[in-house]
Protein backbone atom coordinates (compact mmCIF):
# COMPACT_ATOMS: atom_id res chain seq x y z
CA UNK A 1 0.00 0.00 0.00
CA UNK A 2 1.30 3.49 -0.86
CA UNK A 3 1.44 6.24 1.57
CA UNK A 4 0.56 9.72 1.05
CA UNK A 5 4.21 10.97 2.22
CA UNK A 6 5.63 8.60 -0.52
CA UNK A 7 6.74 10.40 -3.53
CA UNK A 8 7.94 9.32 -7.27
CA UNK A 9 11.38 9.73 -8.11
CA UNK A 10 10.17 11.81 -10.67
CA UNK A 11 8.37 13.69 -7.66
CA UNK A 12 11.50 14.18 -5.46
CA UNK A 13 13.31 15.68 -8.08
CA UNK A 14 11.13 18.35 -8.05
CA UNK A 15 11.10 19.05 -11.92
CA UNK A 16 7.25 19.31 -12.65
CA UNK A 17 6.98 21.47 -9.83
CA UNK A 18 9.38 23.61 -10.98
CA UNK A 19 8.08 23.45 -14.89
CA UNK A 20 4.88 24.52 -13.62
CA UNK A 21 6.13 27.43 -11.22
CA UNK A 22 7.74 28.84 -14.13
CA UNK A 23 5.02 28.41 -16.76
CA UNK A 24 2.76 30.27 -14.69
CA UNK A 25 5.32 32.96 -13.59
CA UNK A 26 5.91 33.27 -17.29
CA UNK A 27 2.20 33.71 -18.56
CA UNK A 28 2.16 36.83 -15.89
CA UNK A 29 4.43 38.37 -17.34
CA UNK A 30 3.78 37.78 -20.88
CA UNK A 31 -0.06 38.80 -20.11
CA UNK A 32 0.94 42.18 -18.30
CA UNK A 33 3.64 42.70 -21.03
CA UNK A 34 1.26 42.71 -24.05
CA UNK A 35 -1.26 44.51 -22.21
CA UNK A 36 1.17 47.14 -20.91
CA UNK A 37 2.27 47.54 -24.87
CA UNK A 38 -1.68 47.56 -26.04
CA UNK A 39 -1.99 50.12 -23.59
CA UNK A 40 0.57 52.10 -24.62
CA UNK A 41 -0.76 51.86 -27.72
CA UNK A 42 -4.19 53.14 -27.13
CA UNK A 43 -6.11 49.76 -26.97
CA UNK A 44 -7.59 47.45 -24.32
CA UNK A 45 -7.63 50.23 -22.03
CA UNK A 46 -10.38 48.74 -19.92
CA UNK A 47 -8.78 45.44 -19.30
CA UNK A 48 -6.27 45.94 -15.95
CA UNK A 49 -2.94 44.76 -16.36
CA UNK A 50 -0.94 44.45 -13.50
CA UNK A 51 -2.18 43.66 -10.19
CA UNK A 52 -0.67 46.34 -7.79
CA UNK A 53 -1.93 49.17 -7.29
CA UNK A 54 -0.19 52.18 -9.70
CA UNK A 55 0.85 54.39 -6.59
CA UNK A 56 0.43 57.41 -6.66
CA UNK A 57 -2.14 58.10 -9.66
CA UNK A 58 -3.96 55.22 -8.06
CA UNK A 59 -4.92 54.62 -4.64
CA UNK A 60 -6.04 51.92 -2.44
CA UNK A 61 -8.75 53.30 0.20
CA UNK A 62 -7.74 52.65 3.73
CA UNK A 63 -10.49 51.23 6.03
CA UNK A 64 -12.26 52.70 8.63
CA UNK A 65 -10.19 51.02 11.51
CA UNK A 66 -6.40 52.08 9.64
CA UNK A 67 -4.22 53.13 12.28
CA UNK A 68 -2.97 56.41 10.09
CA UNK A 69 -0.46 59.04 11.21
CA UNK A 70 -1.25 60.80 13.97
CA UNK A 71 -3.28 63.76 15.40
CA UNK A 72 -3.82 65.57 18.10
CA UNK A 73 -7.76 66.48 18.64
CA UNK A 74 -9.17 70.25 19.15
CA UNK A 75 -11.51 71.90 21.41
CA UNK A 76 -14.12 73.90 20.10
CA UNK A 77 -11.82 77.11 20.73
CA UNK A 78 -8.97 75.50 18.49
CA UNK A 79 -6.77 75.50 20.99
CA UNK A 80 -5.73 71.53 21.67
CA UNK A 81 -7.21 68.93 23.96
CA UNK A 82 -4.20 67.51 25.32
CA UNK A 83 -3.55 68.11 29.30
CA UNK A 84 0.24 66.73 28.90
CA UNK A 85 -0.58 64.08 31.24
CA UNK A 86 2.41 61.84 29.76
CA UNK A 87 0.11 59.07 29.62
CA UNK A 88 0.77 58.50 26.13
CA UNK A 89 4.41 58.91 26.42
CA UNK A 90 4.30 56.86 29.29
CA UNK A 91 2.39 54.22 27.62
CA UNK A 92 4.22 54.13 24.44
CA UNK A 93 6.66 50.47 23.68
CA UNK A 94 8.76 52.80 21.52
CA UNK A 95 9.70 55.83 23.62
CA UNK A 96 8.82 58.12 20.82
CA UNK A 97 6.59 60.91 22.18
CA UNK A 98 8.33 64.04 23.74
CA UNK A 99 6.03 66.18 25.64
CA UNK A 100 7.41 69.55 27.54
CA UNK A 101 4.42 70.78 29.57
CA UNK A 102 3.96 74.21 30.55
CA UNK A 103 1.89 76.35 32.62
CA UNK A 104 -1.85 77.64 30.39
CA UNK A 105 -2.87 81.26 30.16
CA UNK A 106 -5.96 80.40 31.10
CA UNK A 107 -6.29 80.03 35.27
CA UNK A 108 -9.21 77.01 34.40
CA UNK A 109 -6.56 75.19 32.96
CA UNK A 110 -4.16 73.27 34.92
CA UNK A 111 -1.26 72.83 31.98
CA UNK A 112 -0.86 72.18 28.46
CA UNK A 113 2.20 70.92 26.17
CA UNK A 114 4.30 73.42 24.96
CA UNK A 115 5.50 71.07 23.20
CA UNK A 116 4.71 67.80 21.58
CA UNK A 117 6.47 65.56 19.80
CA UNK A 118 6.37 62.52 17.72
CA UNK A 119 9.78 60.55 16.00
CA UNK A 120 7.59 59.03 13.18
CA UNK A 121 10.86 56.97 12.38
CA UNK A 122 10.72 54.87 15.95
CA UNK A 123 6.73 54.76 15.87
CA UNK A 124 5.49 51.19 15.42
CA UNK A 125 1.95 52.32 15.36
CA UNK A 126 0.80 50.05 17.62
CA UNK A 127 -1.82 52.42 19.16
CA UNK A 128 -1.55 52.51 22.69
CA UNK A 129 -0.64 55.97 22.63
CA UNK A 130 -4.84 56.28 22.09
CA UNK A 131 -5.81 54.22 24.45
CA UNK A 132 -3.79 55.51 27.00
CA UNK A 133 -4.95 58.98 26.76
CA UNK A 134 -7.57 59.70 28.88
CA UNK A 135 -9.22 63.17 27.11
CA UNK A 136 -9.23 61.53 23.98
CA UNK A 137 -6.43 64.39 22.70
CA UNK A 138 -4.61 61.53 20.32
CA UNK A 139 -5.81 59.96 17.85
CA UNK A 140 -4.24 57.98 14.54
CA UNK A 141 -7.64 57.69 12.40
CA UNK A 142 -6.35 60.28 9.74
CA UNK A 143 -6.61 57.37 6.79
CA UNK A 144 -2.94 58.66 6.00
CA UNK A 145 -0.02 56.42 6.04
CA UNK A 146 3.02 57.99 7.90
CA UNK A 147 5.68 59.87 6.02
CA UNK A 148 7.95 57.33 4.10
CA UNK A 149 10.70 59.68 2.98
CA UNK A 150 12.72 63.13 3.38
CA UNK A 151 16.35 64.08 3.65
CA UNK A 152 16.79 64.32 7.15
CA UNK A 153 15.95 63.22 10.33
CA UNK A 154 14.13 66.13 11.45
CA UNK A 155 11.51 65.47 8.23
CA UNK A 156 10.18 62.59 10.36
CA UNK A 157 9.61 64.44 13.85
CA UNK A 158 6.57 65.53 13.71
CA UNK A 159 5.51 68.58 16.09
CA UNK A 160 2.53 69.79 18.00
CA UNK A 161 1.62 72.64 14.83
CA UNK A 162 1.85 69.76 12.32
CA UNK A 163 -0.83 66.67 14.67
CA UNK A 164 -3.12 69.57 15.22
CA UNK A 165 -3.19 71.09 11.75
CA UNK A 166 -4.05 67.36 10.56
CA UNK A 167 -7.56 67.90 12.72
CA UNK A 168 -8.17 71.38 11.37
CA UNK A 169 -7.50 69.55 7.27
CA UNK A 170 -9.79 66.39 8.67
CA UNK A 171 -12.54 68.90 9.60
CA UNK A 172 -12.67 71.02 6.78
CA UNK A 173 -12.20 68.84 3.73
CA UNK A 174 -13.08 65.10 5.19
CA UNK A 175 -11.39 61.95 5.23
CA UNK A 176 -9.57 62.31 1.63
CA UNK A 177 -8.17 65.99 2.20
CA UNK A 178 -5.64 64.64 4.16
CA UNK A 179 -3.92 62.52 1.62
CA UNK A 180 -4.28 64.94 -0.87
CA UNK A 181 -1.94 67.37 1.21
CA UNK A 182 0.40 64.47 1.56
CA UNK A 183 1.00 63.48 -1.92
CA UNK A 184 1.51 67.81 -2.88
CA UNK A 185 3.91 67.72 0.06
CA UNK A 186 6.05 65.40 -1.81
CA UNK A 187 5.62 67.07 -5.22
CA UNK A 188 6.99 70.19 -3.57
CA UNK A 189 9.47 68.69 -1.44
CA UNK A 190 10.92 66.68 -4.62
CA UNK A 191 11.01 69.75 -7.11
CA UNK A 192 12.89 71.94 -4.42
CA UNK A 193 15.45 69.35 -4.25
CA UNK A 194 15.89 69.25 -7.66
CA UNK A 195 16.10 72.94 -7.93
CA UNK A 196 18.96 73.27 -5.06
Not at 43 to 68: L, N, S, V
Not at 70 to 95: F, G, I, Q, W
Not at 174 to 187: N, P, W
Amino acid sequence: MKRKNDMTLWERLYVPEVLRGLSVTTFHFLRNMSLHTLHSLGFAEKTKAAYTTQYPEERKRYPDTYRGSHRLTLKEDNSVRCTACYLCATACPANCIFIEAGEHPDPAVEKFPVRYEIDTLRCIYCGMCVEACPCDAIRMDTYVHPRIWGYTRADFIEPKEVLMNRSHALAEGGRDSLMVQMLESYKDTDQRALIS
